[in-house]
């Protein structure tokens, strides 16, 4: 009786489940319909589909029977671990999976097809996809929306009305990516971190301006050979992203990285750490931020020489003289006066009093809002991971313990701190 009921239990589960937030919780509890539209394109929402899975959702497929073309019902079940709806019957799936009361929490239609786009824009609810969407807009749930079709259909004028009306409904769009002149909807990993950002916003962040520094800076001791270190750039990235997807206008200074940059940040490439000073004294001029966020880990010290050609290998020794870099923090904070600043300072296995201490002292002396301390010796945390751990000290007093997260979910934290700080300074400005 007992290995029968086991076996009953181990039929009732589905092999989503051995994934579902193995990457990340981030989405955990959060009902996520996926909507799929009739293009090519289809067979992404399965990779998406488990991307989501992976961050914690729960998915559900509504498809359209263009999409079923592309994507098998089956497939579509196997992907998400529940049946998906293909059909509106007197069982109004539409209201019961995105109505006031329904099962979801965000729609999401990708691929969006152009006809898709244009019967959700005018309220045609001729299919169990447009449905959807227009339940919840109706009940007011997020819509989040990735179109894919063919460059020229998308240029037309009539998908820029179509969008336009779309985004005055409340329609998040997620903009597709042109490569080679052809157009794709954009990446899976993108249209899932637009999808935290609307279920978890930072509120505020629309319309400010915000500068972020990211990545590590090299000093060369000639064109082959340089002094760097093992930051990723990760941190800066996912402030960039975070801010962009809460409608802030962003500026990313980012040193040598692998990384790809945010599609919608204003991006300078850099490479040495006066580079990067260079770069943000730019970004001041082109245009003053509301927030800084220097996540960046540049070099303290630059050689004093550099050779033109590769120094040889044949040389028994070489001694090589350093010098201290341009302060970049400090230089800012000069340029901006009123801004919110935020630092980071990277410890190695010192004692936690000692990297508060340092931390504190460091925000003193350039003048930071706030700065963000962690430990970098941590396992699976700091450089190089998609997690981290630190302590926000505010200069107005009091210490927040940043508990392990992804670093877009630090990121989230941190900017709602910043845009608080930001008001307070402003209501101290105007009452004076």
Known sequence: MRKLLRRNIELLSHPVDEIRGSKSTELQGVNVALCVSG???AYRAIDLARELLKRGASVKFVATKEALRFVTPTILEWASGSKPITRLTGATEHISIAGRRGWAHVVVVAPATLNTMCKIAHGIADSPVTATALAALG????????????????ESGAAKKCLEALRGLGVRVVEPEVEDGRLKMAEVVEIVDYVEDVVKPVDGLTGLSVLVTAGPTREH????????????GAMGVAFASVCLNNGADVQLVMGPTTLKPPRRAFVYEVTSARDMLEACLSAIERRRPDI?????APA????????????????????????PTPKIAVEVRRRLPDSIIVGFKAEHGVPLQELLERAKSRMLSYGF??????????RGL???SEFNEGYMILKSGGVVHLERATKRAMAREILKVAVKLLREKRSK???S
């Open 221 to 232: 001791l000639d064109p082959i050979r340089f002094m760097s270190n093992a930051s990723s």
């Open 39 to 41: 293009s090519v394109a």
């Open 292 to 296: 800084v966020v220097l996540a960046a």
């Open 382 to 384: 700091g450089f190089g």
């Open 369 to 378: 809002d706030a700065i963000v301390a962690n430990d970098v010796s941590k």
């Open 300 to 323: 303290d010290f630059e050689f004093e020489e550099r050779f033109a050609d590769k120094v040889k290998s044949e040389v028994e020794e070489l001694k090589a003289t350093l010098k």
């Open 429 to 431: 400005t105007e009452a």
């Open 139 to 154: 009940s007011g749930k997020p819509v989040v929306l990735a179109p894919a079709m063919h460059i020229d259909m998308y």
